[in-house]
């Protein structure tokens, strides 16, 4: 067994929910950590590390309902779960869970910022973590400036009700700029919304468990999505197929088989089936536009 290095004791002390395990016991290690009222900001600069999120750990410290963000700074870093697994480069962003299982390996001179919140403690945050969790985001000047504020409010130190107002404010930008669309969904679409894309791999995962995760009956739950023309089955489908259809755009290598294990379907052909029925095209037709080259001028006109 590897050496505990007094600056990974520290970080498994300051972050509960991580193992960590350190590729060079030789490289010093700096990890700063503090709860700023009701949320907990981290950052992390190490070199070849890797840290993986223990769901159980999550539950253990309170967390399970918890979000993070992470901003990758300098180095770079690749995340992986059951289902997917993508490289981080300096000015990204990404959004997780903290119940969930996965692990980010970092890779050089890794620095990287992150800020643990309840997506309850806003009525607009569940609507915009719906579609970007588990995703990485291109960094851009809102989300830069959001981290910078962060990394102040965790610099100057101390806790009192100012600096936690700062760090929601941070969260809100940081999250309002994933979003294109002004659109708003309703509270209660987007609080069921966020609860199906943390359970979306989960075939099993229905309006029973829904309900129960909202704290309501089922009987409470249809009557409540049927006023606003929905259902909790069809609600469930419609995302499911929703983050599919993103997966295939997203085109990053994956089999149809894995993006439909990954999204809560049994196999290849359910989510063919369901993707032809819902957009009158099948994945397979949809990947092979996006990958088809754009036609040349000269081809536009003929020549």
Request: aromatic share 10%; glycine share 4%.
């Given at each position: 067994m590897k050496k505990l290095l007094p600056a990974i004791a520290q970080a498994n002390a300051a972050l509960p929910h991580l193992e960590i395990e350190a590729e060079d016991d030789g490289l010093e290690r700096a990890i700063k950590a503090q709860w700023l009222g009701r949320y907990h900001?981290?950052?992390?600069?190490a070199p070849a590390t890797v840290v993986e999120t223990v769901g159980r750990r999550s539950a253990s410290a309170g967390l399970d309902k918890h979000l993070k963000l992470v901003w990758q700074l300098g180095g770079s870093m690749r995340y992986e779960d059951a289902?997917?697994?993508?490289?981080?480069?300096?000015?990204?962003?990404?959004?997780?869970?903290?119940?969930?299982?996965?692990r980010f390996e970092m890779k050089g001179d890794h620095d990287a910022l992150q800020i643990a919140f309840d997506p309850a403690d806003a009525p607009q945050w569940p609507g915009l973590v719906m579609d970007v969790l588990g995703t990485r985001i291109e960094g851009g000047d809102a989300t830069m400036a959001a981290a910078g504020g962060v990394s102040a409010l965790l610099a100057r130190g101390g806790s009192d009700r100012t600096a936690e107002l700062a760090a929601r404010?941070?969260?809100?930008?940081?999250l309002a700029s994933t979003r294109m669309s002004e659109a708003r969904e309703p509270p209660l679409l987007a609080r069921a919304g966020l609860n199906i894309v943390r359970n979306i791999a989960d075939p099993d995962y229905g309006p029973a468990k829904l309900a129960r995760e909202l704290g309501?009956?089922?009987r409470t739950l249809y009557t409540r999505l049927a006023a606003l023309g929905t259902t909790p089955a069809a609600l469930?489908?419609?995302i499911?197929?929703?983050r599919a259809r993103q997966d295939v755009r997203r085109n990053d290598g994956r089999s149809l088989l894995d993006i439909a294990l990954a999204n809560g379907f049994p196999d290849g052909a359910s989510l063919s089936h369901?993707?032809?029925r819902a957009f009158a095209q099948s994945p397979s037709a949809m990947r092979a536009e996006i990958s088809r080259p754009a036609l040349s001028r000269g081809d536009v006109l003929g020549r």
């Open positions: 900001v981290a950052r992390f600069r289902n997917r697994s993508f490289d981080i480069k300096p000015g990204d962003l990404i959004l997780a869970p903290m119940n969930g299982d996965y404010t941070m969260i809100d930008l940081a309501m009956s089922r469930i489908r419609r499911r197929l929703d369901a993707f032809q």
